[in-house]
């Protein structure tokens, strides 16, 4: 099981995350209270030892020339689109980024439904209002759905330490992607993510 902590505002909180064992670290360069620019991003992360661990940058409905400059001036490994990107963005955007793209949908229905015509290489599925809302999804409709895709998917949207195992024993994602889940008062907090992690890894 895979298991990526997003949302990172500091150098500190980074630290905090790579003692744990997490496969990816996302940091938000869309409108959003955990927003950071390319110039912060790049030092929060200056010398820092990432080992295997991929850094992911987080955009939403931005240019993709915006998009792109990003990634290469802080050394983005996936780009991770929670829009409304079309398709055809996902294609052009892959054709010229030299990483993964991954594209996350809120869990309705609507979405549900073209799972499979989504060209990214990985799909999340966040809340049914999407947008990182902090909002659980519905498992009970992703169950409905999941037996008919074609790739694997992340489980996004509200997870947090009493509610992880009750979506895995429903679901089947690959990994799962948390953000306010690990904070308190809006901080990262060591011990959930350490606790976290070690939930997560212990579903295999």
């Not at 949908?105 to 947008?131: C, H, M, Q, R």
Request: hydrophobic share 40%; proline share 2%; charged share 30%.
């Amino acid at each position: 099981m895979k298991l990526k902590f997003c949302g990172f505002r500091s150098r500190i909180d980074i630290e905090k995350a790579l003692k744990c064992e997490i496969d990816y670290l996302g940091i938000i360069f869309a409108k959003s209270k955990r927003k950071v620019d390319s110039e912060q991003a790049k030092a929060m992360i200056k010398g820092l030892d990432f080992g295997l661990v991929k850094l992911v940058g987080v955009f939403m409905d931005q240019r993709l020339e915006e998009v792109l400059e990003i990634a290469e001036y802080v050394g983005l490994e996936i780009i991770q689109l929670h829009g409304s990107e079309s398709n055809d963005y996902i294609v052009e955007l892959k054709s010229r980024f030299n990483g993964d793209v991954w594209k996350a949908i809120p869990g309705s229905e609507e979405y549900l439904i073209d799972f499979n015509e989504i060209p990214a290489d990985l799909v999340l599925i966040d809340s049914t209002k999407g947008g990182g809302s902090g909002e659980a999804a519905d498992w009970e409709l992703i169950a409905k759905y999941q037996d008919n895709f074609k790739k694997p998917y992340f489980l996004a949207g509200g997870l947090k330490i009493d509610n992880i195992e009750a979506a895995l024993q429903l679901l089947r994602p690959i990994g799962i992607d948390i953000s306010s889940g690990i904070e308190i008062d809006g901080y990262k907090s060591l011990e959930l993510m350490k606790e976290i992690s070690r939930m997560v890894k212990n579903n295999g």
